[in-house]
């Protein structure tokens, strides 16, 4: 007996080779993830098959607290099996509670925290790597006409930087004609002392006197807006692009390692909707 027909075997296999792919790029799905949200309500709407949502690949240019801009071209996947589990960019979660009509729901989630070694910046010489994190968390999302709202906790269970998080996020879609969509969002999103200070603390070790001064990380809150567009080719296919910004907290700008206080995003592509 087949427990699974052929289409939901390749599907399952696509969706978990991006989640790799993702994985090695999550700095930038993150900043997808924050304005796209995870599938839900307006995705999964009127269909009846089991599996909805988006696959594609975009192409883009960030800069990180510790980078220069750097362009990147990385799969953009948003998956939802049944409207419970979900892989969205960089989040695998399932939804455990809805509400009767699906506008408000509730469940966990995992997504990676990006590490970095230092042999891959000069600035960093003479640093300890930093290992990429695996943090899981609660998250709730709340759809309503005027705005979407989605709230989520995490906590490291990697052992990596032993911290925890959390990010609240509002976003807005409008309908400018059958073919365009405009997503304003707007967030914040705290990071404890831990987070902060695994990531761009400076230990005595690692100090330069008079270039890289020791620094011990505290919590801070990192704001950020953006703006997305959709445009649909066919029912099934459409071209996305955005852009966003993101204020850093005086706990991770004031870092000596951090070379930038404020952070932008750039990026465009294709997708297929199904």
């Not at 269909?47 to 990180?64: I, M, Y």
Request: proline letters at 4%.
């Amino acid at each position: 007996m087949t427990l699974f027909p052929s289409s939901t075997k390749r599907a399952a296999l696509v969706a978990a080779t991006l989640f790799v792919c993702v994985a090695q790029a999550q700095d930038e799905l993150n900043e997808l993830n924050s304005a796209y949200g995870t599938p839900g309500v307006e995705d999964t709407a009127g269909r009846t098959n089991d599996w909805n949502g988006l696959l594609g690949a975009g192409v883009g240019v960030l800069n990180r607290p510790i980078d220069d801009d750097r362009a990147f071209i990385v799969p953009l996947v948003s998956v939802s099996y049944r409207d419970v589990i979900y892989l969205s960019f960089a989040q695998l979660g399932a939804w455990l509670i809805k509400s009767e009509d699906r506008s408000v729901r509730a469940g966990i989630a995992i997504k990676p925290r990006g590490g970095y070694d230092p042999e891959d910046h000069a600035g960093l010489a003479g640093m300890e790597k930093r290992d990429t994190s695996a943090e899981l968390g609660v998250k709730t999302v709340w759809y309503t006409r005027p705005l979407n709202v989605s709230f989520a906790y995490y906590a490291d269970i990697s052992g990596a930087s032993n911290g925890d998080s959390a990010a609240l996020d509002f976003s807005h879609a409008i309908r400018l004609s059958q073919r365009w969509r405009l997503t304003p969002s707007i967030g914040a999103q705290w990071l404890s002392a831990d987070v902060v200070d695994y990531y761009y603390g400076v230990r005595s070790s690692e100090m330069i006197p008079g270039v890289r001064p020791a620094y011990t990380g505290d919590n801070t809150v990192n704001w950020r807006a953006g703006l997305m567009a959709g445009y649909l080719l066919a029912s099934d296919r459409l071209l996305f692009g955005g852009v966003s910004y993101t204020g850093l907290g005086s706990g991770m700008a004031d870092s000596p390692i951090v070379i930038h206080d404020s952070l932008g995003a750039l990026h465009l592509g294709f997708a297929w909707r199904f």
